[in-house]
Nanobody, 119 residues
Framework: QVQLVESGGGLVQPGGSLRLSCAAS????????MGWYRQAPGKQRELVAV???????NFSDSVKGRFTISRDNAKNTVYLQMNSLKPEDTAVYYC?????????????WGQGTQVTVSS
């Protein structure tokens, strides 16, 4: 199995910054990608940013230019640097790890960390 432990959420004022971390442990082989999703109250979970094992990244249009994603392969950790935060970024942020085995994808999720952007 895979365990994902997130940290770094909290309360920040509009325009501020936060960095989320997600450390993976367990059966962490055949990793295709790691990333972050978020879910605001009353809304569906949506992709925020993802980074593949090859280093390719993809971002939601709503965070492009403000958020960056990076990985430390030695620590099996993925980071989400969030700058210029807006109230609409308020959500529970979930770390995701996707394994790919023989063309089958397996998704694993962290417990979620709350990010609140408010003055």
């Amino acid at each position: 199995q895979v365990q994902l432990v997130e940290s770094g959420g909290g309360l920040v004022q509009p325009g501020g910054s936060l960095r989320l971390s997600c450390a993976a442990s367990g059966s962490i082989f055949s990793i295709y990608a790691m990333g972050w999703y978020r879910q605001a109250p009353g809304k569906q979970r949506e992709l925020v940013a993802v980074i593949t094992s090859g280093g390719n990244t993809n971002f939601s249009d709503s965070v492009k230019g403000r958020f960056t994603i990076s990985r430390d392969n030695a620590k099996n950790t993925v980071y989400l640097q969030m700058n210029s935060l807006k109230p609409e970024d308020t959500a529970v942020y979930y770390c995701n790890l996707r394994r790919r085995l023989w063309s089958n994808d397996y998704d694993y999720w962290g417990q979620g960390t709350q990010v609140t952007v408010s003055s």
